[in-house]
């Protein structure tokens, strides 16, 4: 792994694509093991948990539905604050048992904002799934029961991640090079 510009950022590796599989196969089996006979809902939020998402899936072992949203708080390497959401599903979510698949969570205001909306859907458990979680910029109570790894307050992209809707096609993560 080298490093690679995006724009006019430099990013360093970071996570390699081996320790995401191992990361990714170990959500799926504590994910087997607590929806086995649930059937559960995944909504996956997009645009960046679309590959973290497809690799979960075809972990998994239990049956499940997918179902997207498409919700987002950042530009640049900045979170606005402000929820941009262009779709949401469209799949009955009463009395369903729902997982809320994200990339990265990190100060959570997307994940407050889309759990409070999947509770007016009158599901019978709402859970979320991450790839990775920055704790020092999580600013809810809410516990995150499937997380991946937690990682510093890093710029990060690759596997899903982007830089102003480039790098998601890198197969592992980087981070930005500090200068």
């Not at 559960?40 to 679309?50: K, R, S, Y």
Request: aromatic share 10%; hydrophobic share 40%.
């Amino acid at each position: 792994m080298k490093e690679v510009q995006i724009h006019d950022l430099v990013f360093e590796p970071f996570i390699t694509v081996e320790e995401i599989k191992e990361i990714v196969d170990g959500i799926s089996k504590k994910i087997d093991r607590d929806y086995e006979h649930l059937n559960p809902v995944l909504i996956i939020v997009l645009n960046g948990a679309f590959i973290f998402a497809a690799d979960l899936v075809r972990q998994l072992t239990i049956r499940l539905r997918l179902d997207f949203i498409k919700i987002s708080s950042y530009a640049g390497t900045q979170s606005t604050g402000k929820i941009d959401q262009q779709f949401i599903w469209k799949t009955s979510l009463e009395n369903q048992h729902v997982l809320i698949v994200e990339d990265i969570v990190d100060s959570g205001h997307t994940l407050a904002y889309l759990k409070e909306k999947l509770r007016l859907e009158n599901p019978a458990s709402i859970e979320t799934i991450c790839l990775l979680k920055k704790p020092e910029c999580y600013q809810y109570s809410d516990v995150i029961k499937y997380e991946g790894i937690s990682i510093p307050n890093y710029f990060v992209v690759g596997y899903g991640l982007d830089y102003n809707g480039l790098g998601r096609d890198l197969d592992c993560i980087y981070r930005k090079k500090e200068e």
